[in-house]
């Protein structure tokens, strides 16, 4: 929200008061505490009739330092609040004269009272951060009486913040405007399923602010100097996060706010679903299911999307009895071809749906302050809200989704979450404003700990498409409705590295695009980009997304890629293992690898997939695509063939390739199994060794369940490498690039390639 009306002036109708002058500091163990005048005081009489604004600063972590600023204390807190992992003694004071200094780890905050009221945030060399300055702490109050406090940090010359959230507008969230907000407004507005308010820094911090409700940013667009924040409220809290570099945020960030599950690795493999709105029994299923096989097309799992519930009764977790008269029978033979099965669902139950009156009745419905029951007919006819707030909702609620685990159903697609209203009451008492994004935490975790509970610790996955800080630790999260265009695509890459920029560590989208019917072009182009993300999935509106749907040619490009990407489970899934034990994400921006180099900041389209693979998708149907290598020798994963970086380069791909390169330096395991995800990935193991592996370099290659099956290391004499292993006794071969292994068949030459 903006309260200004350029340098000068305040906008018409809003009143401002900043912190401004320090009246006293009072220590505490681990934590200080500061009173400040909005005003300059000169005489007693001066601190009659006036604010005085108290601002907290603690440590909850190790490198984490937490500000809070509150107007009047007396507010009473009626939740939700974001599930913290705070630890004790994690800081320390130190006052000398009027200088107080907080020390958390790396980071320091100081305070000088004999100075204008701010806040310096310091490296561990002592070097600055960001800060504090003038108009940085305050409250104000707008036209209609509303209550807002506002937070500044200072951006420094080059600085660039990212993440936010699934963001589709530019990657780089300078000169933007932000509100921290749930809404279904697909991939092509300002508006977000996913709303973090928690943003990274191009210099090597995090802050992330401590309020559910909506909080409002201004990135360097009201005070072009400054990264600003505000929330409706009577205090606002914030934490600034040490690095120093962009993975060490993270890791400190998802270690407060939790570090995502680890998926299963079937999850991995191919999911294939009827899509939304086209006509499907178990006669069309049975038909795509026969059709991947005959073409070679290795799946791994088959969604079905909403209508296979009877329509106008979403939800009510039956199968529609005419389409499918016998799905205990149906679920039983996908199972037995080796096939997992996730359905549709989502938070809503409506008017016409037999659990309607019962919910009703039990008081599982979210009501209105008059006591009616919340309902609309956007989306389903006079559809109304269960309240995750009542414990006994969330029992009623999982106990229908056991039934469909115990007919055979492995996993959900946990749909919506994000139309939640503010004008309701809920059972727990929860503030309406600060529950509206905190919903989908509550939505989400529901079904995810049922998982967990049914199936096992490793076995639960979602595919969920709204989600609040914290919600990282329910995996997997999609881009939600995008449309079927190239342009599409690129936002929805966009939206990727923004969210894993955000402490989420799996993120998937629908290939081919959502909206409308691909062009072959477009369709072959994301299947590259989907399969090289962390899970893949096609799905589609109005349109099947069957591969043989879009000709002979997308068929070879699917079978091509889907076999690669088994190649790469057991690299992918050590990946995975790393996102959940630290939260660095599978899909990474280039700035998580490469920080200080200057070329990496602002690249939005290509990425990162793991520590050691450059992936840039084709974003044109003629196969021209534009591209950053940082330094050193990188090695084409599909070909040998290497390139000189650092420098950009301009490169020409058939629809069955795309710039694809191995990192300098890497020992990359790929599995002989090409069949499914969750093979037997130590079963003829090839490692790839770049021309330059330094001796030292080892690889761990996990099992199903995550723990390290076998430790290989390389070791260089001159120019010849040789790999040794631990905790495995079982053969391996060892390629360089002279001797590369052909993955997935004849790639089309890469044409035009040049240095730019």
């Known amino acids: 929200m903006k309260f200004t009306d350029g340098f000068w002036l305040m906008r018409d109708g809003v009143r401002a008061s900043y912190a401004t002058d320090v009246r006293e500091v009072r220590e505490g163990e681990g934590r200080f505490t500061a009173y400040a005048a909005v005003h300059r005081v000169r005489e007693r009489g001066d601190t009659l009739n006036t604010p005085l604004v108290t601002v907290e600063c603690f440590s909850p972590a190790e490198g984490v330092i937490g500000v809070r600023a509150t107007h009047h204390a007396g507010k009473a807190a ?92 530019p990657y780089v969230k300078n000169g933007q405007n932000v509100d921290i907000w749930q809404a279904d407004g697909g991939t092509s507005s ?79 493999g191919l999911w294939l679903t009827t899509s939304f709105c086209t006509p499907y029994d178990e006669e069309t299923v049975t038909a795509f299911v026969d059709g991947m096989a005959e073409r070679d097309l290795p799946l791994g799992v088959f969604h079905f999307d909403c209508f296979w519930m009877r329509e106008y009764q979403w939800t009510d977790f039956r199968w529609d009895p005419e389409v499918f008269p016998d799905p205990e029978g149906m679920l039983r033979r996908l199972r037995e071809r080796g096939l997992k099965v996730s359905v549709w669902i989502n938070p809503y139950i409506a008017q016409k749906s037999p659990l309607f009156a019962e919910a009703a009745t039990e008081g599982y419905l979210v009501r209105r302050p008059n006591g009616d029951i919340w309902q609309w007919d956007l989306w389903q006819p006079g559809m109304a809200l269960v309240d995750f707030t009542n414990p006994a909702a969330r029992e009623w609620y999982s106990g229908h989704l056991r039934t469909l685990l115990d007919q055979g159903v492995d996993c959900f697609k946990t749909d919506f979450g994000e139309r939640v209203p503010t004008d309701v009451v809920w059972h727990d008492g929860s503030d309406p404003a600060r529950m509206h994004n905190y919903y989908a935490q509550l939505y989400n975790s529901t079904v995810f700990e049922l998982l967990e509970k049914e199936r096992g610790p ?31 695509m690129a936002e929805s890459l966009r939206g990727g590295l ?96 490469f920080p200080a180099d200057p070329a990496c900041r602002a690249l939005d389209r290509q990425y990162m997939l793991g520590p050691d693979l450059l992936v840039a998708p084709v974003f044109t149907a003629e196969g021209d695509v534009e591209f950053y290598v940082p330094e050193g020798t990188w090695t084409h994963l599909l070909t040998g063939e290497t390139v000189q970086g650092p420098g950009w380069r301009r490169e020409t791909h058939g629809f069955d390739s795309l ?57 260089r004499d001159g120019a010849e490498v040789k790999v040794t292993v631990e905790g495995s006794a079982r053969p391996f071969a060892v390629r360089t690039a002279a001797d590369w292994p052909d993955l997935g068949g004849n790639t089309s030459a890469v044409g035009g390639d040049k240095d730019m």
């Open 78 to 169: 009626h939740g939700p609040e974001f599930g913290l992992n705070a630890t004790e003694g994690a800081g320390r004071v130190k006052r000398e004269g009027t200088v107080t200094e907080l020390t958390s780890g790396p980071l320091t905050v100081r305070l000088d009272s004999d100075e204008p009221w701010g806040l310096e945030f310091l490296d561990a060399d002592r070097r600055r951060l960001t800060a504090v300055e003038r108009r940085g702490t305050g409250f104000a109050t707008a036209p209609d009486g509303s209550h807002h406090m506002i937070g500044q940090l200072a951006l420094g010359v080059g600085e660039y913040i990212y993440g936010l959230g699934e963001r589709f507008t």
């Open 190 to 268: 300002e508006q977000a399923y996913k709303n973090i308010p928690f943003h990274l820094s191009s210099r090597g911090y995090g802050v992330f602010v401590n309020h559910p409700g909506r909080v409002s940013y201004e990135i360097g667009s009201e005070s072009v100097g400054q990264v600003q924040f505000s929330v409706e409220d009577q205090s606002i809290e914030y934490f600034v996060i040490a690095g120093p570099t962009p993975k060490d945020v993270l890791r400190r960030y998802t270690a407060l706010t939790g570090r995502p599950a680890l998926p299963p690795a079937w999850s991995f």
């Open 458 to 488: 490793g076995e639960a996955v979602l595919f969920a498409r709204s989600a609040t800080a914290g919600g990282q630790q329910f995996p997997v999260h999609w881009g939600g409705d995008c449309f079927a265009s190239l342009g599409a």
């Open 498 to 593: 923004s969210l894993s920029l955000s402490g989420f560590g799996f993120w998937s989208h629908d290939i081919g695009g959502f909206e409308g019917t691909p062009d072959p072009a477009v369709f072959k182009r994301w299947l590259a980009f989907g399969l090289l993300s962390s899970h893949s999935r096609l799905h589609g509106n109005v349109s099947y997304r069957v591969p043989w749907a879009f000709g002979d040619e997308a068929v070879e490009v699917a079978r091509k890629f889907t076999r690669l990407k088994h190649h790469l489970m057991p690299y992918l899934y050590a990946t995975a293992v790393e996102a959940h034990r630290t939260g660095v994400p599978v899909m990474r921006p280039m700035l998580l690898e």
């Open 659 to 715: 710039p694809l390169y191995v990192r300098p330096g890497a020992l990359l395991p790929l599995g002989a199994d090409t069949r499914r995800a969750d093979g037997d990935w130590l079963q003829d193991l090839t490692l790839l060794v770049t021309p330059d592996t330094p001796d030292g370099t080892q690889i761990t290659v996990p099992d199903l369940a995550g723990r390290p099956a076998a430790v290989f290391r390389a070791a």
